[in-house]
């Protein structure tokens, strides 16, 4: 056999600030903008970003601003481009006052969309196109061309197609980029189209753009890198237009594990930029999303926990490590004895067997009831299986929040911890509030740190009845960069069921002290 070849280098330009902002109700602020760029490139080390479109908003016009002031001080400014128009001065005059200068050209790439959408011909579009390209050329602003609509236009169209790449050709446009715009490739079209385009421009770098319509995205890169393209496009949790764009995570991984391919991206920080974007947007993260999702490294069945027990029979070339992520077993009416028994030796615990049985059918009916088990809860399941409560190391004994009209809610606190008990009176916006903060005035004694709360869930079941059972699921902030965890609380009282997630994370911090 002969030797391997080097991995071919494929650029990653980013377009989440631009493309995929046109998911609905989405929005940045210029502050959120800049941050993302910034995470973006010096973080994930994506090759390029395309921040705004030009003569959109003044909104947009103050977020390309900061951010190219930033990039010019940290020697960025060529990784930062903004989508144009073919409207001779206007764009590239935007951008200049910006303090850009990188352009993408928007480009019909479909005789249907050059005649049905601008109403020219295609001779006048090829000549705006040249005007605004010769423009940004004296303006010394570099120029790449989309082929707005090309997977159309190239199987359609192809004489159009290749009459406007003439033109580009005659321009000096260095890089192309080819557009799927609907999302309606297959990777086998997507392959043979971009084959035919490198082709007949061998020396053109061809970049490929795609939208997720059929789910194909992340394919259809991959097939477009195969075929000869130099870069693709993505978009951070797949934001934009319809079924958005390609996914940074997906594609990414993707193309460093089914082809000779390399690129920046830096995988231990995608999860990062994807949290980062889903709270900026508002736009949840599906559990089940390739790389980035919530459930993706936990292993349900009992038998993937057992195949995992016996070597690692069940893991694939991405393993959460790889992505700065831990694998879990999740306990349910699926889980197995192997699955129980990866937990409690993640948490320290011996059981023996008749203990790890009666364990284990506590965690099946609780699965039948559409409940599941997280490795936090497992001690405190235990200690109400085997009646042994003096397992729970930390007690909330006694707390009373009064609520009164104009005035602020006043929670009192009384902690017991090793047998020593912690009283603390304190105020705050709402009830919870209030009882924390006195919560953290009474921890304090025993050198306990609360850590931050960053989201609070609370689901009733449907039915409408003021006694049904109220479901408190609070997430809290991982220590040092560390994956985020939940605690989950029930009871009839919504503040009662926030109090019992809220011990059980006392409780997690404590076990996790040094003896």
């Known amino acids: 056999m002969g030797a391997m070849s080097e991995p071919r280098r494929i650029e990653i330009m980013d377009t989440t600030l631009r493309d995929g902002e046109q998911t609905p109700q989405i929005a940045y602020t210029p502050e959120e903008k800049l941050q993302l760029a910034k995470s973006l490139l010096r973080d994930v080390g994506v090759d390029r970003i395309e921040v705004a479109g030009t003569r959109i908003s003044e909104g947009e016009r103050e977020a390309a601003r900061r951010i ?38 928007l480009a019909k790439g479909s005789e249907r969309h050059c005649t049905g959408q601008l109403r020219m011909t295609p001779e006048r579009h090829r000549k705006r196109i040249a005007e605004t390209l010769q423009y940004a050329r004296k303006q010394r602003v570099r120029a790449s061309v989309y082929l707005e609509d090309w997977s159309n236009g190239v199987k359609d169209s192809p004489d159009y197609v290749f009459a406007l790449m ?55 890169c991959l097939a477009a890198a195969r075929a000869g393209c130099r870069g693709v496009h993505v978009s951070v949790n797949g934001l934009g237009e319809r079924a ?29 930029v994807s949290r980062l974007v889903q709270s900026f947007s508002g736009k949840d993260v599906s559990a089940n999303a390739p790389i980035v999702g919530a459930d993706v490294f936990t292993q349900t069945a009992g038998i993937h926990a057992d195949g995992d027990a016996k070597g690692d029979l069940y893991e694939s070339r991405l393993v959460p490590a790889r992505f700065g992520r831990t694998r879990r077993y999740a306990l349910g009416k699926l889980s197995g004895r192997a699955s129980l028994e990866r937990n409690l030796e993640q948490l320290g615990i011996e059981l023996d067997p008749e203990a790890r049985r009666q364990v284990l059918a506590r965690i099946v009916a609780l699965g039948d009831k559409k409940h599941s088990v997280a490795p936090e809860d497992l001690p405190f399941l235990i200690a109400d299986v085997l009646k042994t409560p003096a397992e729970q190391m930390l007690r909330v004994e006694h707390y009373q929040v009064h609520l009164q009209s104009g005035e602020l809610p006043l929670a009192e606190v009384v902690v017991a911890y090793h047998g020593e008990r912690a009283r603390a009176k304190a105020h705050g916006d709402g009830g919870y509030d209030a009882f924390m903060n006195a919560l953290k005035k009474a921890v304090r004694r025993f050198s306990l ?67």
């Open 449 to 515: 740190k609360i850590p931050r709360l960053e989201d609070f869930r609370v689901r009733i079941p449907p039915g409408g009845r003021t006694s049904a059972l109220v479901e408190t699921l609070i997430t809290w902030r991982g220590e040092s960069g560390g994956e985020n965890w939940s605690t989950l609380g029930v009871d009839s009282d919504q503040l009662a069921a926030a109090v019992v997630a809220t011990e059980k994370m006392l409780n997690a911090i404590a076990a996790r002290r040094p003896a």
């Open 244 to 272: 958005g764009n390609a996914r940074l995570a997906e594609v990414a991984a993707v193309l460093h594990d089914h082809g000779p391919f390399q690129t920046g991206v830096n995988e231990s920080r995608l999860l990062a």
């Open 68 to 105: 190219c002031r930033w990039a010019r001080g940290q020697g960025l400014i060529t990784r930062i481009e903004m989508l144009g128009y073919c409207d001779g001065r206007k764009s590239v005059d935007w951008l200049r006052e910006t303090g850009g200068r990188a352009l993408n050209l």
């Open 166 to 220: 003439r033109t580009l050709c005659e321009q000096r446009v260095s890089r192309i980029y080819l557009a799927d715009t609907l999302g309606v490739q297959s990777p086998r079209d997507a392959e043979r189209y971009v084959d035919l385009m490198c082709a007949n421009w061998p020396g053109m770098h061809f970049e490929y753009h795609c939208h997720n319509d059929y789910g194909l995205a992340a394919a259809n």
